[in-house]
């Protein structure tokens, strides 16, 4: 049977009152989350109970401490949602500093072509709240180029995708299966070919070294974030941060495959981390990518070998400027799907943002969310 269409109109007597940039109520959500589901999974999608239900969770619910930064909606004059800007504020640390970065995503608008500023009016209102630091790491074209006029700094070192392809045959097929799911199927087809092209082409099998790996759970993930990240300008507090959440999160991401989180060892010494989500034979879509000062050639080797000895067609992932120097000596190519982004109206902090490595990208982001990679059936 059909499910009841969703109405995106609040009560006449409250419409005039609530037109503009308000923050987003439960009130909202059957309307926000019609509006995700055509807007991210196609015009005919049907916003299911647990994608409401993730929209919440992660965009309604905060601590007390952060409610004076709240998720956007845009009403109209007729009552009717017809924006979205979802928010989350996270602990983070400025040169030692405790510091609230809140990030924001989703940004949608049901008509842009009737109200071409929805988008802007929800970010101008998100940029003006009381948080230290505005970021995203989702940020497409048209955020961007909205960011950019709202004085936003775009990170170009921390935007770039790379790509690295293991079993050439598999890894066309793989991009091909993200839009249409049914050609992964068709995978164990291409597993002659891809032999063959080992044997004519540059794709001879990754050399890991002399390093191991072995499963890492969530307190271990938890501290190796937090000595791999020392020393950096801007990182998250993880000890604040409800990383065990995030985590549980971040395992819900039917579409990309099962989360694989691995230690690499040199010796008994824990020199990286890694995590990525992959189907068998398809592709990893890397999430994490850690490492001791000096170690991030030896990690990201052992990476590529190890996902090419679990069958894998090829990885990507977010770059950032140290690991965009070690990649580009490895065969990787390069495109841009999202911008990094972020900003303060305290022109110190950003000077201080930009004197140093930052840690912004996957579990300190926006990436580790189910909204991203996930099916919501």
């Not at 940004?107 to 970021?135: C, E, H, N």
């Amino acid at each position: 049977m059909a499910e009841p269409a969703l109405s995106t109109a609040m009560p006449a007597a409250t419409a005039e009152a609530a037109a503009g940039v308000v923050p987003c109520t439960a009130a909202h959500l059957p309307a926000v989350a019609a509006m995700f589901a055509r807007t991210f999974r196609g015009r005919g999608a049907v916003a299911t109970p647990s994608l409401q239900q993730t929209i919440a969770r992660l965009f309604l619910e905060r601590d007390a401490a952060d409610a004076d930064i709240p998720s956007l909606v845009h009403v109209d004059a007729s009552g009717a949602v017809d924006g979205f800007l979802g928010v989350r504020v996270s602990p983070f640390e400025l040169a030692g500093r405790p510091v609230r970065v809140a990030f924001c995503g989703s940004l949608m608008a049901s008509a842009p072509d009737t109200d071409p500023f929805v988008g802007a009016k929800l970010l101008r209102r998100f940029l003006a709240g009381p948080q230290d630091i505005s970021a995203s790491e989702t940020a497409n074209a048209v955020s961007q180029a909205l960011w950019t006029r709202l004085r936003g700094a775009v990170l170009p070192d921390y935007s770039l995708e790379w790509m690295r392809v293991l079993r050439p045959v598999a890894f066309g097929l793989a991009l091909a299966g993200h839009a249409k799911p049914a050609l992964n199927r068709l995978q164990p087809l291409t597993r002659p070919f891809d032999a063959l092209a080992r044997r004519i082409g540059p794709f001879a099998p990754p050399q890991a070294g002399p390093c191991t790996d072995s499963a890492a759970d969530d307190a271990m993930i938890g501290a190796l974030l937090e000595r791999f990240s020392a020393g950096a300008v801007l990182r998250p507090d993880w000890a604040a941060l409800d990383l065990g959440a995030r985590l549980a999160d971040a395992r819900h991401k039917a579409r990309y495959g099962a989360m694989q989180a691995r230690v690499v060892w040199r010796g008994e010494t824990a020199i990286g981390l890694f995590i990525y989500h992959a189907r068998p034979g398809g592709m990893a879509h890397v999430l994490e990518l850690a490492a001791a000062p000096g170690q991030l050639p030896a990690v990201v080797d052992h990476l590529f070998a190890h996902a090419h000895a679990c069958g894998l067609a090829g990885l990507r992932g977010r770059t950032r400027p140290d690991l965009l120097e070690v990649l580009l000596t490895r065969r990787c190519q390069f495109t841009h799907r999202a911008a990094t982004v972020l900003t303060s109206r305290d022109p110190a902090m950003m000077a201080r943002i930009r004197s140093g490595r930052i840690v912004v990208n996957g579990l300190a982001g926006e990436n580790w969310m189910p909204l991203i990679g996930h099916d919501f059936r």
